[in-house]
């Protein structure tokens, strides 16, 4: 699940090696960190939200499969 994450965010950042994703597991929850350059964070946010909440539809189908729920959240 981090490098479908990390592919995506790379391809949609203008510098990609600014993309850094941590990773945090409690319980049965699955808890992505990720961060990217400060130019960048409107490009993984999107217009209203709709890019980051696409990449958590995507996380959840992903993590589902896997049997385990997974959150993303962007920190600055």
Request: positive net charge; aromatic residues 4%; proline residues 1%.
């Amino acid at each position: 699940m981090k490098d479908f994450i990390e592919f995506i965010a790379k391809n949609l950042v203008d510098k990609p090696e600014e993309v850094s994703i941590t990773e945090e597991v409690k319980d049965n929850k699955v808890v992505f960190k990720l961060k990217v350059g400060e130019s960048d964070i409107g490009k993984v946010i999107g217009k209203k939200g709709k890019t980051a909440q696409a990449l958590r539809t995507l996380l959840s189908a992903v993590g589902a499969k896997e049997g385990k729920r997974a959150i993303l959240e962007i920190v600055d």
